[in-house]
C-alpha cells in the first residue's frame, strides 16, 4: 500500500505525520511512502531527509492525495482534504467524531474509512498507539517549560552568596498523562509539586512523582476510574464544592498552577475560579491545559497569553506539541506506525482492515460506507477494576420472606423457652413453700435482667467485666456478716475469714477494674 | 425500723450493681459504672453492719480494713499481663467464703435445734438464728438444700481457680492432665455428691456435708487440671459464673434477697462470658469443660509449600511501603511482654500516616478481653482496636497484616480443612492480606498442635524470634 503524508494546512500546526525513520519503518512493513514537499520543514526534517529514507517526494497536495492510499495526517482534515478523500482510501489523523461529526458523516458516504488517533482504546496493547497520551506527555512538559519562561523566579530553592531565594511552589490539577509529565519535569527542576486529581487512586502515581497529593476533607466514594477507562468522571456537587474550597485555601501560596483535568467529549470543569486567580501573588503563572475545551479558568484566552491587573500571567495556548514540532511529531509517526504494523499483520503491504479487532474498531469511524461511532466497548476492560465486595442482591419478597422466617424461628424459639421456664417454674412452686418463692422470683428475676445487661457489654471490656463481677460476687461478706455475732467460736472464726478475704476481694476488684477502664484512651 | 432501712438500702444497691454492669457497654460510660458498684457495695455492706449483722461490728470493719489493704496492695503492683492470675486467684476468693458461710449456716442450725430441743427461750438469739427458728420442717429441708448447694458449688470454684490460678501463672503445668480414668472420677466424685445430698436432706448430721466438700473440691481439682491452656478463657468465666451461682445459692438460704440479686447477676455474666468464647471457638461449653480437643475427625490436609524466613530489614521495607497494617495479637505478645514495643511501632507507623488498626479475637489470651486490656495499658486508642467482625472484611484491602504471637486463630484450616480439629471456627483472615508477617517463637505448631497453613502461605512471611526481641530489632530500623 502507499502511505502518503502531506503538510499539515492548519495555520501554526508544525507537526507531521510522518518522519525518515518512521518511513523506513513502514517500508519494512510492505508498504510505500510519499510526502508532500516541505512537509517536515516546520518540524526540522528536509525533503533530502525523507528522499534518503527512500521516500517519493511530491509537490503538491493533490498529487499526493491521488497517489496515497492511506493518507496519515495530524489534524483533522479541513474542507479541501475532505473532498480530496476519495472512496477506498483510508484516513488516519485525530478526527473527533463529536466535534467534526459532519466530516465523519460525509467520508463515511464517500466509503472512505476514516481511523481517529484519539479513539484509539486505553488498553495496555494499544498503548504504543495512544497519540493522545504521547502529546499530553509534550504538552505536560511544554507546559512547565512555558510556566518558567514567564515566571520572574527560580524554581529550585537556592542559598546564595546574593541571599535566599525559596522554591516554587507549583500545583498540578489533575494527574493524567500530561499532568504527570508536568509533575515530573516540575519536581526535576527542583520545584515544590504539589497535584490533585479527583480519582484517589492515582495519589500512588503522584507520589512516586516525587509531588505531593493533595487531599480532600471529604468523605465519597469517588468513581474509581477503572470504570471509565482510566478517565475521570464528573463528580458530584457536593465533591466539586469542598474540592473548590481546598483550591480556594492553598491559592495565595502557589506561584505556578497547570491546569490538565478534561472530561472526554465534555466542556473543561472550572476549576481556578476568579477569585483564586485574583488571591495569588504578582508574577504567579497559570498554564491552562484545558484551554481548547473553554480552559479550567474561565479567565484563559485560548491560543493566548494574557496578564491580569494584578499580574498573574495566564498561558492558554492549545498547541503545546506543535512547539516542539521535532519530538512531537517523532512519537505520533511512531505512533502510526505501531498503528499500521497492527493494520499489516503479514507485513506484506497488505492492510487488513480487522473489524473484529478492539483496537482497530475502536480507532475506525467510518469504514465501508457506514459510520462506525460509537464502537461497542472493548472485550478487554482498558483497566482491572478494583474488586468490589460483591452483594447478593435479594429481592425485595425474598429478603421480606426470610425476615418472616427469622422472625417466625425466633418467635417459636422464645416461646417455647417461655413455655419450658414456665413449666419449670410452676413445678417448683408446687412443691416449694411460699417463703421459698418470694426469694425464688427474686432470682428468676435477676437472672432475665443479668442476661439483658450483659449481652449489652462491649467485647473489649470483657477483662474489666469479669474484674467487676468478682468485686461484686463478693457480696457474699453480708453473710458473713449477718453470722459473726452468733454464737461458737467456731462461727466466729469462719465467719471472720470469710469476711476478710471477702474484702481483699472488694477492693482488689473494684481498684484493678479502675485502674484497667483509666488506661482505655481514645486517639 | 433498721430492717425496713436495711431493705431499702439492699434495693438502692442492687440498682446500682444492675447499672455497673450495664455501664461497661461502653468504655466512657464504663469509668462512671465502676463507681456504681463501689457505692453499691458500701452501701449494702454498712446497712448490713447497722442492721442485722448485730455485734463485732468493729472487728468486722477491722478485718474488711485488713482485707482491703491487701486487695489494694495487689491491685495497684499487679502486672496488666498477670491479669488473669488474679481474677482467678480472686475467685478462689469468693469459693472459699461460700464454703464458709455455708458451714456456718450449717452449725446455727444445728445450735438453734438443739436450743429448741432444749426449750430455751430464743429471743435473744442473732438475727440468722432467729431466722432458722421460725422455719417449718419443709423450710429446713430446703435450707439444708440451698446451703449444700452453696457448699458444693464455693468448692468447686474454690478448688478450680486455685488451679486455674497455678496454670496461668505457671506454676501448675498448663497442659491438658487427668489421673487414669479420666471422667470416671468426676463421675464418681458428683455420684458421691448426689448421695450425701439425699443422706445430709434426710439427717442433717455434719458429715455428708463434709464428704460433699471433699468431693466438690476434687471436682474442681480434676476438671480444670484437665483442661489446656488456650481454653483457660472459658474456664475463668466459667468459675465467674460459678462464684456467681454460689453466692445465689447462699443467699437462698440465709433468706438476703441482694444476695440472690447479684449472685445471679454474676452468674448469668460468667455464663454469657462462657458462652461467647465457646462460640468464638466453635466448640461446645461441654467440650471445653469435659476437656482437651478430640483427634481429627479424618485425614487432615497436608500442607504444601514451605515457611519462608524473613529479616527485620525486609519487615521494615514492606511496613515502610504498605498503607493500612492491622496487627493481630496473641497470647504471645502478652508472654514476651511485647505490649509496649507493639504500641511503639503503632505511633511511628501511625505518625508516618499509615492506618494501624488491631484484630482481636475473642479468645485470644487467656482471658476475656485480653488483649483489649493490654493494648490500652500500653496507651494503644480504644478506637483503633476491633473486633473480629468488624474488620475481618477489611483484610483484602489491607497491605500489611502483622501476627504476633497468635496462631489458632488465624489458621486458614478452620475454613478450608473441614477435617481440622478446629473445622467451623471463625478465624481472623489475615490471609487475604497483601502480606503477612508472623511472629512467633520457633517453628512449633500452637496450643492445638495443629499445623497452620498459614505460615505455608506464598504471601506469608515468618520472622522469627522472642516477639519483644523481633520488635525492638524492627523499632531500631523504621
Given at each position: 500500500?502507499?502511505?502518503?503524508?502531506p503538510?499539515e494546512l492548519f495555520?501554526?500546526e508544525n507537526r507531521?505525520?510522518?518522519?525518515?525513520?518512521?518511513?523506513?519503518?513502514l517500508q519494512k512493513?510492505?508498504?510505500?511512502?510519499?510526502i508532500e514537499t516541505?512537509?517536515g520543514?516546520a518540524a526540522g526534517f528536509?525533503?533530502?531527509d525523507y528522499?534518503?529514507a527512500?521516500v517519493?517526494v511530491v509537490k503538491t497536495?493533490?498529487?499526493?492525495?491521488k497517489?496515497?492510499?492511506?493518507v496519515?495526517k495530524v489534524?483533522?482534515?479541513?474542507?479541501?482534504?475532505m473532498?480530496r478523500l476519495s472512496?477506498?482510501?483510508?484516513?488516519?489523523s485525530?478526527?473527533?467524531?463529536?466535534?467534526?461529526?459532519?466530516?465523519m458523516k460525509?467520508?463515511?458516504?464517500?466509503g472512505a474509512?476514516?481511523?481517529a488517533?484519539e479513539m484509539i482504546p486505553?488498553?495496555s496493547r494499544?498503548q504504543k498507539?495512544?497519540?493522545?497520551?504521547s502529546?499530553?506527555?509534550?504538552?505536560?512538559?511544554?507546559?512547565?517549560i512555558?510556566?518558567g519562561?514567564?515566571?520572574?523566579?527560580?524554581?529550585t530553592?537556592q542559598?546564595t552568596a546574593a541571599g535566599?531565594?525559596p522554591p516554587?511552589?507549583?500545583l498540578?490539577v489533575g494527574?493524567?498523562?500530561?499532568?504527570?509529565?508536568a509533575?515530573?519535569?516540575?519536581?526535576?527542576l527542583?520545584?515544590?509539586t504539589?497535584?490533585f486529581d479527583?480519582?484517589?487512586?492515582?495519589?500512588?502515581?503522584v507520589?512516586?512523582m516525587?509531588?505531593?497529593?493533595v487531599y480532600?476533607?471529604?468523605e465519597?466514594?469517588?468513581?474509581d476510574?477503572?470504570?471509565?477507562g482510566?478517565?475521570?468522571?464528573?463528580?458530584?456537587p457536593?465533591?466539586?464544592?469542598?474540592?473548590l474550597a481546598?483550591?480556594?485555601?492553598?491559592a495565595?501560596?502557589?506561584d505556578?498552577v497547570?491546569t490538565?483535568?478534561?472530561?472526554?467529549?465534555r466542556?473543561?470543569p472550572?476549576?481556578w475560579?476568579?477569585?483564586?486567580v485574583?488571591?495569588?501573588?504578582?508574577g504567579?503563572?497559570?498554564?491552562?491545559?484545558?484551554?481548547?475545551?473553554?480552559g479550567?479558568?474561565?479567565?484563559?484566552?485560548m491560543?493566548?497569553?494574557i496578564?491580569?491587573?494584578?499580574?498573574v500571567?495566564?498561558?492558554?495556548?492549545?498547541?503545546f506539541?506543535?512547539r516542539?514540532?521535532?519530538?512531537s511529531s517523532?512519537l505520533?509517526a511512531?505512533n502510526?506506525?505501531h498503528?499500521?504494523?497492527?493494520?499489516?499483520p503479514?507485513?506484506?503491504?497488505?492492510?487488513?482492515h480487522?473489524?473484529?479487532?478492539?483496537?482497530?474498531?475502536g480507532?475506525?469511524?467510518?469504514h465501508?460506507?457506514?459510520?462506525t461511532?460509537?464502537?461497542?466497548?472493548?472485550?478487554?476492560?482498558?483497566i482491572a477494576a478494583?474488586p468490589?465486595?460483591?452483594?447478593?442482591?435479594l429481592?425485595a419478597e425474598?429478603?421480606?420472606?426470610?425476615?418472616?422466617?427469622?422472625?417466625?424461628?425466633q418467635?417459636?424459639?422464645q416461646?417455647?423457652?417461655?413455655a419450658?421456664?414456665?413449666?419449670?417454674l410452676?413445678?417448683?412452686?408446687?412443691?416449694a413453700?411460699?417463703?421459698?418463692?418470694?426469694?425464688?422470683i427474686?432470682?428468676?428475676l435477676?437472672?432475665?435482667v443479668?442476661f439483658?445487661v450483659?449481652?449489652g457489654v462491649?467485647?473489649?471490656?470483657h477483662?474489666?467485666?469479669m474484674?467487676?463481677?468478682?468485686a461484686?460476687s463478693?457480696?457474699?461478706i453480708l453473710?458473713?456478716?449477718?453470722?459473726?455475732?452468733?454464737?461458737?467460736?467456731?462461727?466466729?472464726l469462719?465467719?471472720a475469714?470469710?469476711?476478710?478475704?471477702t474484702g481483699?476481694?472488694i477492693?482488689?476488684g473494684?481498684?484493678?477494674t479502675?485502674?484497667m477502664?483509666?488506661?482505655?484512651q481514645?486517639s | 425500723?433498721?430492717?425496713?432501712?436495711?431493705?431499702a438500702?439492699?434495693?438502692?444497691?442492687?440498682?446500682?450493681f444492675i447499672?455497673?454492669?450495664?455501664?461497661?457497654?461502653g468504655?466512657?460510660?464504663?469509668?462512671?459504672a465502676?463507681?456504681?458498684?463501689i457505692?453499691?457495695m458500701?452501701?449494702?455492706?454498712a446497712?448490713?453492719l447497722?442492721?442485722?449483722?448485730s455485734?463485732?461490728?468493729?472487728?468486722s470493719i477491722l478485718l474488711?480494713?485488713?482485707?482491703g489493704?491487701i486487695?489494694?496492695q495487689l491491685a495497684?503492683?499487679?502486672?496488666?499481663?498477670?491479669m488473669p492470675?488474679?481474677?482467678?486467684a480472686?475467685?478462689?476468693?469468693?469459693?472459699?467464703?461460700?464454703v464458709?458461710?455455708?458451714f456456718?449456716a450449717?452449725?446455727e442450725m444445728?445450735r438453734?435445734?438443739?436450743?429448741?430441743a432444749?426449750?430455751?427461750?430464743?429471743?435473744?438469739?442473732?438475727?440468722?438464728?432467729?431466722?432458722?427458728?421460725k422455719?417449718t420442717?419443709?423450710e429446713?429441708?430446703?435450707?439444708?438444700?440451698?446451703?449444700?448447694?452453696?457448699?458444693?458449688?464455693g468448692?468447686?470454684?474454690?478448688?478450680?481457680?486455685?488451679i486455674?490460678?497455678?496454670?496461668?501463672a505457671g506454676?501448675?503445668d498448663s497442659?491438658?492432665?487427668k489421673l487414669?480414668g479420666g471422667?470416671?472420677h468426676?463421675?464418681?466424685?458428683a455420684a458421691?455428691?448426689?448421695?450425701t445430698l439425699?443422706?445430709?436432706f434426710?439427717?442433717?448430721?455434719f458429715f455428708p456435708?463434709?464428704?460433699?466438700?471433699?468431693a466438690?473440691?476434687f471436682i474442681?481439682?480434676?476438671l480444670?487440671?484437665?483442661?489446656?491452656?488456650?481454653?483457660?478463657?472459658?474456664v475463668?468465666s466459667?468459675?465467674?459464673?460459678y462464684?456467681?451461682w454460689?453466692?445465689a445459692?447462699?443467699?437462698f438460704s440465709?433468706?438476703?434477697d441482694?444476695?440472690?440479686v447479684?449472685?445471679?447477676?454474676v452468674?448469668?455474666?460468667?455464663?454469657i462470658?462462657?458462652?461467647?468464647?465457646c462460640?468464638?471457638?466453635?466448640r461446645?461449653?461441654?467440650s471445653?469443660i469435659?476437656?482437651?480437643?478430640?483427634g481429627?475427625?479424618?485425614?487432615?490436609?497436608?500442607?504444601?509449600?514451605?515457611?519462608?524466613?524473613?529479616?527485620a530489614?525486609?519487615v521494615a521495607?514492606?511496613?515502610?511501603?504498605?498503607d493500612?497494617?492491622v496487627?493481630?495479637?496473641g497470647?504471645g505478645?502478652a508472654?514476651?511482654?511485647a505490649q509496649?514495643n507493639?504500641?511503639?511501632l503503632?505511633?511511628?507507623?501511625r505518625?508516618?500516616?499509615?492506618?494501624?488498626r488491631f484484630a482481636?479475637?475473642?479468645?485470644?489470651?487467656r482471658?476475656p478481653?485480653?488483649m483489649?486490656?493490654?493494648?490500652?495499658e500500653?496507651?494503644v486508642p480504644y478506637d483503633?482496636?476491633?473486633?473480629?467482625d468488624?474488620i475481618?472484611?477489611?483484610?483484602p484491602?489491607?497491605?500489611?497484616?502483622i501476627v504476633?504471637?497468635?496462631?489458632d486463630i488465624?489458621?486458614?484450616?478452620?475454613?478450608d480443612?473441614?477435617?481440622?480439629?478446629i473445622a467451623?471456627?471463625?478465624?481472623?483472615?489475615?490471609?487475604?492480606a497483601?502480606?503477612?508477617?508472623?511472629?512467633?517463637?520457633g517453628?512449633?505448631t500452637g496450643?492445638?498442635?495443629?499445623?497452620?497453613?498459614?505460615f505455608?502461605k506464598?504471601n506469608?512471611?515468618m520472622?522469627?524470634?522472642?516477639?519483644?526481641?523481633?520488635?525492638?530489632?524492627?523499632?531500631?530500623?523504621?
Amino acid at each position: 500500500m502507499i502511505i502518503g503524508t502531506p503538510k499539515e494546512l492548519f495555520e501554526g500546526e508544525n507537526r507531521v505525520a510522518m518522519t525518515p525513520a518512521s518511513a523506513k519503518e513502514l517500508q519494512k512493513l510492505g508498504h510505500s511512502c510519499v510526502i508532500e514537499t516541505k512537509a517536515g520543514q516546520a518540524a526540522g526534517f528536509s525533503d533530502k531527509d525523507y528522499k534518503d529514507a527512500g521516500v517519493e517526494v511530491v509537490k503538491t497536495a493533490a498529487a499526493l492525495w491521488k497517489a496515497a492510499e492511506i493518507v496519515a495526517k495530524v489534524r483533522a482534515p479541513n474542507e479541501s482534504e475532505m473532498k480530496r478523500l476519495s472512496a477506498d482510501q483510508t484516513l488516519i489523523s485525530f478526527f473527533s467524531p463529536v466535534a467534526d461529526e459532519a466530516k465523519m458523516k460525509s467520508a463515511a458516504r464517500k466509503g472512505a474509512t476514516v481511523v481517529a488517533m484519539e479513539m484509539i482504546p486505553r488498553i495496555s496493547r494499544a498503548q504504543k498507539m495512544d497519540a493522545l497520551s504521547s502529546m499530553a506527555n509534550i504538552a505536560g512538559y511544554r507546559a512547565v517549560i512555558e510556566a518558567g519562561n514567564n515566571f520572574p523566579r527560580f524554581f529550585t530553592g537556592q542559598i546564595t552568596a546574593a541571599g535566599k531565594v525559596p522554591p516554587a511552589k507549583v500545583l498540578v490539577v489533575g494527574a493524567g498523562v500530561a499532568g504527570l509529565a508536568a509533575i515530573g519535569t516540575s519536581t526535576s527542576l527542583g520545584a515544590i509539586t504539589y497535584a490533585f486529581d479527583v480519582r484517589p487512586e492515582v495519589a500512588e502515581q503522584v507520589e512516586s512523582m516525587g509531588a505531593e497529593f493533595v487531599y480532600l476533607d471529604f468523605e465519597e466514594e469517588q468513581a474509581d476510574g477503572a470504570s471509565s477507562g482510566g478517565y475521570a468522571s464528573v463528580s458530584s456537587p457536593e465533591f466539586a464544592a469542598a474540592q473548590l474550597a481546598k483550591f480556594r485555601e492553598i491559592a495565595p501560596d502557589m506561584d505556578i498552577v497547570i491546569t490538565t483535568a478534561l472530561i472526554p467529549n465534555r466542556e473543561a470543569p472550572e476549576l481556578w475560579t476568579e477569585d483564586m486567580v485574583k488571591s495569588m501573588k504578582p508574577g504567579s503563572v497559570i498554564v491552562d491545559l484545558a484551554a481548547e475545551k473553554g480552559g479550567n479558568c474561565k479567565l484563559t484566552v485560548m491560543d493566548e497569553k494574557i496578564v491580569t491587573d494584578n499580574g498573574v500571567t495566564i498561558i492558554g495556548y492549545t498547541d503545546f506539541p506543535s512547539r516542539m514540532a521535532a519530538q512531537s511529531s517523532t512519537l505520533y509517526a511512531t505512533n502510526i506506525r505501531h498503528l499500521m504494523t497492527d493494520l499489516t499483520p503479514e507485513k506484506d503491504g497488505v492492510v487488513d482492515h480487522d473489524m473484529e479487532d478492539d483496537v482497530i474498531r475502536g480507532a475506525t469511524i467510518a469504514h465501508a460506507k457506514d459510520v462506525t461511532f460509537p464502537p461497542p466497548p472493548p472485550k478487554i476492560q482498558a483497566i482491572a477494576a478494583q474488586p468490589k465486595a460483591e452483594v447478593v442482591e435479594l429481592t425485595a419478597e425474598e429478603k421480606r420472606a426470610a425476615e418472616v422466617a427469622a422472625f417466625k424461628a425466633q418467635t417459636k424459639q422464645q416461646v417455647t423457652l417461655l413455655a419450658v421456664g414456665a413449666a419449670l417454674l410452676l413445678g417448683v412452686g408446687l412443691v416449694a413453700p411460699a417463703s421459698f418463692m418470694q426469694h425464688f422470683i427474686v432470682f428468676v428475676l435477676a437472672i432475665f435482667v443479668g442476661f439483658q445487661v450483659i449481652w449489652g457489654v462491649a467485647h473489649s471490656l470483657h477483662t474489666p467485666l469479669m474484674a467487676v463481677t468478682n468485686a461484686i460476687s463478693s457480696i457474699i461478706i453480708l453473710g458473713a456478716l449477718m453470722q459473726i455475732g452468733s454464737g461458737s467460736f467456731l462461727v466466729i472464726l469462719l465467719a471472720a475469714l470469710a469476711v476478710f478475704m471477702t474484702g481483699i476481694n472488694i477492693f482488689g476488684g473494684f481498684l484493678v477494674t479502675r485502674r484497667m477502664l483509666a488506661m482505655f484512651q481514645k486517639s | 425500723m433498721e430492717f425496713g432501712f436495711t431493705t431499702a438500702a439492699y434495693v438502692v444497691a442492687a440498682v446500682l450493681f444492675i447499672l455497673s454492669l450495664g455501664g461497661l457497654s461502653g468504655q466512657e460510660s464504663a469509668k462512671r459504672a465502676v463507681w456504681y458498684g463501689i457505692v453499691g457495695m458500701a452501701l449494702a455492706v454498712a446497712a448490713t453492719l447497722i442492721g442485722p449483722g448485730s455485734g463485732f461490728w468493729l472487728l468486722s470493719i477491722l478485718l474488711i480494713a485488713g482485707g482491703g489493704a491487701i486487695g489494694y496492695q495487689l491491685a495497684t503492683r499487679v502486672q496488666m499481663t498477670q491479669m488473669p492470675e488474679l481474677v482467678a486467684a480472686m475467685h478462689s476468693l469468693v469459693g472459699l467464703a461460700a464454703v464458709f458461710v455455708g458451714f456456718i449456716a450449717h452449725f446455727e442450725m444445728g445450735r438453734v435445734a438443739a436450743l429448741v430441743a432444749a426449750g430455751v427461750d430464743l429471743s435473744d438469739l442473732g438475727t440468722f438464728a432467729a431466722l432458722i427458728a421460725k422455719k417449718t420442717s419443709v423450710e429446713l429441708g430446703i435450707l439444708r438444700v440451698e446451703l449444700f448447694l452453696g457448699i458444693f458449688i464455693g468448692a468447686i470454684t474454690f478448688t478450680g481457680s486455685v488451679i486455674a490460678y497455678g496454670k496461668l501463672a505457671g506454676k501448675v503445668d498448663s497442659a491438658a492432665k487427668k489421673l487414669p480414668g479420666g471422667h470416671l472420677h468426676n463421675i464418681a466424685a458428683a455420684a458421691v455428691a448426689v448421695i450425701t445430698l439425699i443422706w445430709y436432706f434426710n439427717t442433717g448430721g455434719f458429715f455428708p456435708l463434709f464428704l460433699m466438700t471433699l468431693a466438690a473440691l476434687f471436682i474442681g481439682y480434676h476438671l480444670i487440671m484437665g483442661i489446656g491452656g488456650a481454653d483457660m478463657p472459658v474456664v475463668v468465666s466459667m468459675l465467674n459464673s460459678y462464684s456467681g451461682w454460689a453466692a445465689a445459692a447462699i443467699g437462698f438460704s440465709l433468706g438476703n434477697d441482694l444476695l440472690i440479686v447479684v449472685g445471679a447477676l454474676v452468674g448469668s455474666s460468667g455464663a454469657i462470658l462462657s458462652y461467647i468464647m465457646c462460640k468464638a471457638m466453635n466448640r461446645s461449653f461441654v467440650s471445653v469443660i469435659l476437656g482437651g480437643f478430640g483427634g481429627p475427625a479424618g485425614e487432615q490436609m497436608a500442607v504444601e509449600g514451605e515457611q519462608i524466613a524473613i529479616e527485620a530489614d525486609g519487615v521494615a521495607t514492606a511496613l515502610e511501603e504498605a498503607d493500612s497494617v492491622v496487627i493481630i495479637p496473641g497470647y504471645g505478645m502478652a508472654v514476651a511482654q511485647a505490649q509496649q514495643n507493639v504500641a511503639e511501632l503503632t505511633r511511628r507507623l501511625r505518625a508516618k500516616g499509615k492506618t494501624v488498626r488491631f484484630a482481636i479475637h475473642p479468645v485470644a489470651g487467656r482471658l476475656p478481653g485480653h488483649m483489649n486490656v493490654l493494648l490500652a495499658e500500653a496507651k494503644v486508642p480504644y478506637d483503633i482496636v476491633m473486633e473480629m467482625d468488624e474488620i475481618n472484611e477489611d483484610f483484602p484491602d489491607t497491605d500489611v497484616a502483622i501476627v504476633i504471637g497468635s496462631n489458632d486463630i488465624v489458621n486458614p484450616a478452620a475454613q478450608d480443612d473441614p477435617n481440622s480439629p478446629i473445622a467451623g471456627m471463625p478465624v481472623l483472615e489475615c490471609w487475604k492480606a497483601k502480606q503477612v508477617f508472623v511472629s512467633k517463637r520457633g517453628q512449633g505448631t500452637g496450643y492445638s498442635g495443629i499445623e497452620n497453613p498459614l505460615f505455608f502461605k506464598e504471601n506469608t512471611r515468618m520472622f522469627y524470634g522472642d516477639a519483644k526481641a523481633s520488635l525492638d530489632a524492627l523499632l531500631s530500623k523504621i
